[in-house]
C-alpha cells in the first residue's frame, strides 16, 4: 500500500478514571485503556486492530475518529495535527473521518426514515446537498446495494444487514477518507456477513479510502485487512502486512490466538471443494 | 435405544409457525450440533426440549427422553428431570447466575432442588467438587465468591459446574461460547470435551458457528426458517453437503486458512 498517508497515530494513550476511587483530596485510580499505540493508515488501506475484549482496539478507534480526547499522543488526518480539536473546528475532521458501528439499530434514529438518516451528517455540517435531498439519498442506496425507492422507510422495516447498508451509506455520505468500521459486521448472520465485507472491499475500490477495521474475528479480518495490528492489555504485539501476521506470526500471543480460532477439518474443506467444482 | 428422539415437532405462535415437522435422534453419549442463521428456530427447538417454551407457544409432535414423552409431561414431572437428567448452559452466564448469591450457593441449592434429603453442609462439598471439576482454582475459596468476581469465560465454567452438579445425561447448550473471547472459546470447547469424556453424557450444541459444530458435533441438523435442511454425520455435511442452502452457508464463511477472494453469497437481499 503505497496510497497518501491519511492517518497516523502516535504514542496514543487514553486513561480512564476508575469509578469510586476519587476521594475528596485523592485523585481517582487511572485505568489505561491504551497504553501507547501508533500507526499508519494510508489510501486504499485496511488496517485491522485485531483482540480480545478489553484489549483496547476499540477505544483505540474512537481516539483516531476523534470520538474520544486522548490522553496524550498525537492524531494526524492527511498531514493535519487534529489531536486537541473542539467543538467546531471537528467539523473538518467529520468530513474526512466516519465511523460504521456494530449495532445498525442502534445507531440509527428509529423515529428518521432512511432520507432523513442518510443526510444527517451533511445537514449537521451545513454543506449543500449535491443534485438535492431526494436524489442524493437516491444514489447512496443504489451504491451500498438498497432499493433507492426505500428511501422514505425507517430503519425498523429492515433486516439486520440492510440496516447495516444504511449505517454505511450514511458514513459514505460526506465522502470520507477514512472510514472506521467498529466491528461493523460481527452482529450480523454469516451470509449477511459475507454480503457486507464484500460491499466494504467494493466501495473501497471505487472511493480509494483508508479503512481502519475493529474486529475480534479473525478469520473476518484475514478476508478484509490488507495490514494488521494484534492488541492485548491496551499495546499492540505485533503489526504487519497480513499475510505476514497470518501466515508466520512472531509473538507468542498472536500464535496463541490464531491457534485458537476453530476450524473445518481440512480434509473435509478438500472433499467439499472437489465436489463442489465437480458440480 | 436413543437417549432423545425428536419427532415432527412443531412450535406455533398463532398462525406463526417457527418450528416446522423437526425430527433426530441422539444416542446416549453422542453429540448433535443444530446450526443455522437467525429465525432458524434453533434456539425455539431447545426450549421446546426443556419445556421452557414462552406463552403463547404451541408445541406439538414428540420429544422422547430415555422413553418418556416430555411434551405430554406435567411442568412438574419435567421440573424433576430438567436440570437433572437434562441440563442446560446458556450463552450468557452473567443473566443466567443470581447475583445475589454466591456462586457455591447456587451450584448447592440447584443440585439440592433435585436431591432431597441432601445436607447443605454436602451439597456444598458437590459444589467444591463440581468447581475442581471444570478446572476453577482454588475452588474450597471461590465457591464463597459472587458472580461479579469472575471473568467471562469463568462464568461459563461456574455454569457448567452448576450442569455437571447432577450428572446429568444430556446437556443441552446454546451458543456457550458466543459471548466469549475465542481463546476462552477453546478453553470451554476443551472443557465440554472433557466432561463428556467422563462422565458420558450426550450434547446438543445450538450454535451459528459451523466451525464450531464441525469441532464438537457427531450428527449435524442444519436449519433455516423452521424447517431442517438437512441432516447428517458432521463429515457428511461438511465434506459433502447436499442442500444448496448448506453449500451456500459453507461457502459463506469466512476462513482463517483460506485464499482471499470475494466470499461467495447466499442469494436474496441481505
Not at chain 1, 428518521?112 to 451533511?122: D, G, K, N, S
Not at chain 2, 415437532?9 to 409457525?17: A, R
Request: with cysteine; hydrophobic share 40%.
Amino acid at each position: 500500500m503505497t496510497g497518501e498517508l491519511l492517518l497516523r497515530a502516535r504514542d496514543l494513550v487514553k486513561q480512564f478514571p476508575v469509578a469510586g476511587t476519587a476521594g475528596l483530596f485523592r485523585p481517582a485510580r487511572l485505568f489505561t485503556a491504551v497504553g501507547g499505540v501508533s500507526f499508519d493508515l494510508h489510501a486504499g488501506e485496511t488496517l485491522a486492530l485485531v483482540g480480545e475484549s478489553g484489549s483496547g482496539k476499540s477505544t483505540t478507534a474512537r481516539l483516531a475518529a476523534r470520538l474520544l480526547d486522548v490522553t496524550s499522543g498525537t492524531v494526524e488526518l492527511a498531514g493535519q495535527d487534529v489531536t486537541t480539536r473542539k467543538g467546531k473546528d471537528l467539523a473538518a475532521v467529520r468530513r474526512t473521518v466516519q465511523v460504521v458501528f456494530q449495532d445498525p439499530f442502534s445507531s440509527l434514529n428509529p423515529r428518521h426514515t432512511v432520507e432523513r438518516i442518510v443526510t444527517a451528517p451533511l445537514l449537521y455540517q451545513k454543506r449543500d446537498i449535491p443534485g438535492g435531498s431526494r436524489e442524493f439519498t437516491r444514489t447512496l442506496l443504489d451504491r451500498v446495494g438498497l432499493n433507492p425507492d426505500w428511501l422514505n422507510r425507517y430503519p425498523a422495516q429492515f433486516s439486520g444487514g440492510q440496516a447495516q447498508r444504511i449505517g454505511i451509506a450514511r458514513a459514505l455520505a460526506v465522502g470520507p477518507r477514512v472510514l472506521v468500521c467498529d466491528e461493523a459486521v460481527s452482529a450480523l448472520d454469516v451470509s449477511v456477513q459475507a454480503q457486507i465485507i464484500n460491499l466494504l472491499r467494493d466501495l473501497q475500490a471505487e472511493e480509494g479510502f483508508g479503512c481502519l477495521f475493529i474486529a475480534h474475528d479473525l478469520a473476518v479480518v484475514r478476508q478484509i485487512a490488507t495490514s494488521v495490528a494484534v492488541m492485548t492489555a491496551g499495546r499492540v504485539v505485533e503489526a504487519g502486512d497480513r499475510d505476514t501476521v497470518f501466515g508466520d506470526p512472531q509473538h507468542e500471543y498472536t500464535r496463541r490466538l490464531l491457534a485458537a480460532v476453530p476450524r473445518i477439518r481440512p480434509e473435509w474443506e478438500a472433499a467439499r471443494r472437489a465436489k463442489a467444482a465437480a458440480r | 435405544m436413543s437417549l432423545l428422539r425428536v419427532n415432527d415437532l412443531t412450535v406455533k405462535f398463532g398462525d406463526v409457525t417457527v418450528v416446522d415437522g423437526l425430527g433426530f435422534e441422539l444416542p446416549k453419549g453422542g453429540s448433535l450440533g443444530i446450526v443455522g442463521e437467525s429465525g432458524s428456530g434453533k434456539s425455539m427447538t431447545s426450549l421446546a426440549v426443556m419445556g421452557l417454551l414462552p406463552k403463547g407457544a404451541l408445541c406439538t409432535g414428540e420429544i422422547s427422553f430415555d422413553g418418556i414423552d416430555l411434551n405430554t409431561l406435567s411442568e412438574r414431572r419435567m421440573r424433576e428431570i430438567r436440570g437433572d437428567r437434562i441440563a442446560m448452559i446458556f450463552q450468557d452466564p452473567l443473566s443466567s447466575l443470581n447475583p445475589y448469591y454466591t456462586v457455591g450457593t447456587q451450584i448447592a441449592e440447584a443440585y439440592r432442588s433435585h436431591r432431597s434429603g441432601v445436607s447443605r453442609r454436602a451439597a456444598r462439598q458437590v459444589a467444591i467438587e463440581a468447581m475442581e471439576r471444570v478446572h476453577i482454582k482454588e475452588a474450597g475459596r471461590r465457591v464463597d465468591d459472587y458472580p461479579h468476581q469472575f471473568s467471562g469465560g469463568m462464568r461459563q465454567r461456574v455454569m457448567i459446574a452448576m450442569a455437571l452438579s447432577t450428572e446429568p445425561e444430556l446437556i443441552i447448550a446454546d451458543e456457550p461460547t458466543t459471548a466469549l473471547d475465542v481463546t476462552v472459546q477453546a478453553q470451554i470447547l476443551d472443557l465440554l470435551a472433557e466432561v463428556r469424556r467422563d462422565t458420558g453424557a450426550a450434547l446438543i450444541m445450538i450454535t451459528h458457528d459451523l466451525a464450531v459444530v464441525s469441532e464438537v458435533a457427531d450428527t449435524v441438523v442444519v436449519m433455516r426458517y423452521g424447517d431442517v435442511v438437512e441432516t447428517g454425520s458432521t463429515e457428511q455435511i461438511f465434506s459433502d453437503p447436499r442442500h444448496p442452502y448448506t453449500q451456500a452457508l459453507l461457502d459463506a464463511v469466512p476462513r482463517i486458512d483460506d485464499e482471499i477472494g470475494d466470499l461467495r453469497t447466499l442469494g436474496g437481499g441481505s
